[in-house]
């Protein structure tokens, strides 16, 4: 076990399983209390295996559900953690909604719920863990490499993250006095239950041939890059890292 997290304390919003699941095992494998939080019912099984497997690296946890679209359920996400786990030093975020519908089919209800669920939560998941985090904290949000692709069909994906660069600069600038380091993760398309819905075998196999190996961006490929910005990274602030095997740049 690598103890160079020993004695910090995070909450990872949708941290009970794919992505949000394996940074929380790897934060507390690193030596950190985790606050695993989840949104649905659905979810709950997976987050109590989350904070198990937390426990049994010898660290604190805590699962904590909430719809994070509500800006009073993030304010209590935090405040729980924070006291349940005696302070926060680290906060990620990795909760999204992909959706791919050409503009002419999208809906207001469409539209609405996916700037809330990318962009609104993540604004005010920003905005919390700038008044939980103690000195030095670090704040990181999962994006998506879309941000810097000429494609059809995730207008509201991609719109909706897009926002989230912003909150992000503005977040670096807001909290540099107190050496509290905000950057974004742009993934590729990912191996987890929530891509394939979206698309057809076809297009799987295009994603695929756009990264180095023919292959999607697995979740082990990006929480290593949390532990990064969390420990030695602390000196990149402000950016998207676009980890994604060459799927597209800017």
């Keep these: 076990?690598?103890?160079?997290?020993?004695?910090?304390?995070?909450?990872?919003?949708?941290?009970?399983?794919?992505?949000g699941g394996l940074i929380s095992r790897q934060l507390a494998q690193a030596g950190a209390d985790v606050a695993v939080h989840y949104n649905s019912d659905s979810s709950e099984s997976d987050a109590d295996k989350t904070v198990a497997s937390v426990r049994e690296a010898g660290r604190r946890a805590v699962k904590i559900q909430g719809d994070l679209t509500v800006p009073a359920n993030v304010t209590a996400l935090f405040d729980q953690a924070?006291?349940?786990?005696?302070?926060?030093?680290?906060?990620?975020n990795t909760v999204g909604k992909v959706l791919r519908k050409p503009i002419v089919e999208t809906t207001e209800d469409d539209y609405d719920s996916m700037f809330a669920i990318n962009a609104k939560s993540?604004?005010?998941?920003i905005k919390e863990a700038g008044l939980h985090l103690g000195d030095n904290g670090k704040i990181i949000t999962i994006v998506?490499?879309?941000?810097?692709?000429?494609?059809?069909g995730y207008s509201t994906y991609a719109g909706g993250k897009s926002p989230v660069e912003h909150f992000t600069r503005a977040a670096a600038k807001e909290f540099a006095d107190r050496l509290i380091s905000v950057n974004s993760i742009a993934p590729g398309p990912m191996d987890t239950p929530f891509f394939y819905p979206q698309e057809t075998d076809e297009r799987v196999e295009f994603h695929k041939s756009q990264a180095m190996g023919d292959q999607l961006t697995q979740i082990e490929d990006i929480a290593p890059i949390v532990h990064f910005l969390c420990t030695q990274g602390r000196w990149i602030t402000g950016q998207t890292l676009f980890a994604n095997g060459g799927y597209t740049t800017r």
Excluded: H, P
Aim: glycine residues 14%; aromatic residues 10%; negative net charge.
């Design 144 to 152: 998506t490499a879309l941000l810097g692709a000429f494609t059809d």
């Design 1 to 19: 076990m690598i103890e160079d997290l020993s004695g910090k304390k995070a909450v990872v919003a949708g941290g009970a399983k794919n992505l």
């Design 82 to 92: 924070a006291q349940e786990l005696g302070g926060l030093d680290i906060a990620v």
């Design 122 to 125: 993540a604004y005010f998941f």
